[in-house]
């Protein structure tokens, strides 16, 4: 009589399941691979330097798989990160996901790396590799997280930041397309409550990626001193880092308009003001810092551009024109 031993697949982790999906991501990853880490070769530069970042899309995924529309989460994946990048000045280069799952579903896991791989050639760079871990006990069945990695490359003399913004600087910001990836803990306690409809268009909306409209304007020779990606803290955490010590922005009400998710989750009136500005980005995914001289011609460019404030002497913190 054999006795036969517990396997991994009883253990909950199916490995057939794992091989039918590596060989359907194989035409999703670019560049060379030695079966263990992908190749890319570098770029040619002067004086090159790399940046590297890495984030999540948070319990955005609850909501999500909630609403069952997870399709959007591989753009959130990569523009949470891509859009750091640029803040920086950084061309994106590779980027890596890891998915960590409850239950691996095939069909599921595919759909969100293909999402993710259509994000990174919009953004300018490559999927160059990830990881898909199957762990039961850790997340309950349906339930997956999700996390991205991703590297760039400036030129150190072409570098964004706060050492080259100069008082009299104008801020442009750039539209958000909705909620982007923060502040979702909130959002879903208001759905849950009933504060807020669960409209899966309005407030799942993939998050804009920046890198397109930031390589248009540099293209176009428009000069940019700093950026700012307006994630979690909102922009009085965000924009305040593209600043020197000594100068501020200087923020005018009124100058852009509210995304219309972010409206829907204010008008219920149970979340106060200050709370939502520390919380969302509140329309403005990402702000330039440039010479008054380049932003007509940033406008002309960048779809949901306005001039919404400017930098002036001052401690340090985000202000508002009065």
């Known amino acids: 009589m054999t006795n036969r031993g517990i396997s991994y697949s009883d253990a909950g982790v199916d490995l057939g399941a794992a091989r039918r999906l590596t060989e359907g991501l194989r035409d999703l990853v670019h560049g060379g691979t ?71 579903d095939p069909d599921e896991a595919s ?47 072409e570098m964004l930041g706060p050492d080259r913004v100069e008082d009299g600087d104008v801020i442009v910001g750039i539209a958000s397309s909705g909620i982007h990836s923060n502040g979702y803990s909130l959002v879903r306690r208001l759905v849950d409550d009933g504060s807020v409809k669960a409209d899966a268009d309005l407030l799942l909306a993939p998050t804009r990626l920046y890198p397109e409209d930031i390589h248009t304007l ?54 106060d003001e200050a709370s939502a500005w520390q919380t969302f980005n509140m329309g403005l995914g990402m702000c330039l810092v440039m010479p008054r001289a380049a932003a007509n011609r940033a406008l002309s460019l960048v779809e949901g551009s306005h001039i919404v404030g400017r930098a002036e002497t001052g401690p340090a913190g985000l202000a508002w024109e009065v």
């Open 34 to 104: 030695t079966g263990f880490a992908g190749t890319l070769p570098m770029p040619p530069m002067r004086d090159a330097v790399l940046v590297a970042c890495t984030d999540g899309v948070g319990t955005k995924v609850l909501l999500a798989r909630a609403l069952g529309r997870i399709e959007g989460l591989g753009q959130d994946l990569v523009a949470m990160s891509v859009n750091d990048l640029v803040c920086l000045g950084a061309t994106p280069l590779f980027f890596l996901d890891y998915l960590a799952v409850g239950k691996l």
């Open 111 to 157: 759909m969100i790396v293909a999402a993710v791989r259509d994000a990174c050639l919009a953004s300018g760079c490559v999927l160059l590799g990830g990881e898909t871990a199957e762990m039961p006990g850790l997340y309950a069945e349906g339930h997956f997280d999700m996390a991205g990695f991703a590297v760039g490359a400036v030129e150190r003399s």
């Open 218 to 271: 540099r293209a176009a020779g428009v000069e940019i001193h700093a950026a700012a990606h307006i994630t979690g803290g909102g922009l009085p955490e965000n924009l305040p880092r593209a600043f020197p010590p000594g100068l501020r922005p200087v923020l005018r009400r009124g100058s852009w308009p509210q995304a219309p998710a972010i409206a829907a989750v204010l008008e219920g009136g149970s979340v």
